[in-house]
Nanobody
Framework: QVQLVESGGGLVQAGGSLRLSCAAS????????MGWFRQAPGKEREFVAS????????DYADSVKGRFTISRDNAKNTVYLEMNNLKPEDTAVYYC?????????????????WGQGTQVTVSS
C-alpha cells in the first residue's frame, strides 16, 4: 500500500506561482512512477506530469511544458510540482498518483494509488 498526501494548493493571480507537495509513505520507491493529474469542474481528469522515482525521468503534458516542473526529494519521500506562470485554465483539483514501474505513463488507469487532491485556483 502507498499513502499519498498532497498540499500546497491555493488561490493565486494569473502569472503567479505555486508549489504542490505530495508526501508518500508505505513502500520503497526506487521502482515507482509518480504522477500529477488535474480535474477541472465538468471535465475529465487529465495528465499533467510524471516522474520515475529511481531514474528521475520526466514527462509533461504539452499544456504545462516549460511552466511546470516535477521533482522529488528522496530523503523526504516527497514529490513536488512547481507551477510557474499560472493561467486561469490551470484552475483544477490537482491529484498525486503512484504506480509500480520504471517508465512514465500518462493514463489515469495505470495508476494504483491516489491522494485526496488539492485545489488550485488561478484568478484572471
Amino acid at each position: 500500500q502507498v499513502q499519498l498526501v498532497e498540499s500546497g494548493g491555493g488561490l493565486v493571480q494569473a502569472g503567479g506561482s505555486l508549489r504542490l507537495s505530495c508526501a508518500a509513505s508505505g513502500r520503497t520507491f526506487s521502482r515507482t512512477v509518480m504522477g500529477w493529474f488535474r480535474q477541472a469542474p465538468g471535465k475529465e481528469r487529465e495528465f499533467v506530469a510524471s516522474l520515475t522515482w529511481g531514474g528521475g525521468n520526466t514527462d509533461y503534458a504539452d499544456s504545462v511544458k516549460g511552466r511546470f516542473t516535477i521533482s522529488r526529494d528522496n530523503a523526504k519521500n516527497t514529490v513536488y510540482l512547481e507551477m510557474n506562470n499560472l493561467k486561469p485554465e490551470d484552475t483544477a483539483v490537482y491529484y498525486c498518483a503512484a504506480r509500480p514501474g520504471t517508465y512514465t505513463v500518462r493514463g489515469t488507469s495505470y495508476y494504483d494509488y491516489w491522494g485526496q487532491g488539492t485545489q488550485v485556483t488561478v484568478s484572471s
